[in-house]
Nanobody, 126 residues
Framework: VQLQASGGGLVQAGGSLRLSCAAS????????MGWFRQAPGKEREFVAG????????DYADSVKGRFTISRDIAKNTVYLQMDSLKPEDTAVYYC????????????????????WGQGTQVTVSS
């Protein structure tokens, strides 16, 4: 099982980035997927998640209205569109997949997710 994240980079405040996470080695259409992030000196935190059907989505309060998660089942890929970026969004972003299949809930807890990508750095300058 492999999750390959990409799309991170350096952007000015107010700018946009789109992260992608390509999944392989599993029938990911059956599993919720999501994004967490970790800033230096801070705990890892939930950012966004989408259930296996694509019908249930959840966001951290800090990113609601600015970030959009989506998935392309045919490509086994999940995306995170990040707009109106702020310096406090600076972190390493990790894509994850739920340890349970066919869950209709997005659980914002790290222990729920059994596979993690390698992380992609997002840096927002002020």
């Amino acid at each position: 099982v492999q999750l390959q994240a990409s799309g991170g980079g350096l952007v000015q405040a107010g700018g946009s980035l789109r992260l992608s996470c390509a999944a392989s080695g599993r029938s990911f259409s059956r599993y919720s997927m999501g994004w967490f992030r970790q800033a230096p000196g801070k705990e890892r935190e939930f950012v966004a998640g989408i259930d296996w059907s694509g019908n249930n989505i959840d966001y951290a309060d800090s990113v609601k209205g600015r970030f959009t998660i989506s998935r392309d089942i045919a490509k086994n890929t999940v995306y995170l569109q990040m707009d109106s970026l702020k310096p406090e969004d600076t972190a390493v972003y990790y894509c994850v997949t739920d340890r349970f299949s066919f869950s209709s809930k997005v659980i914002p807890v790290a222990s729920r997710y059994d596979y993690w990508g390698q992380g992609t750095q997002v840096t927002v300058s002020s």
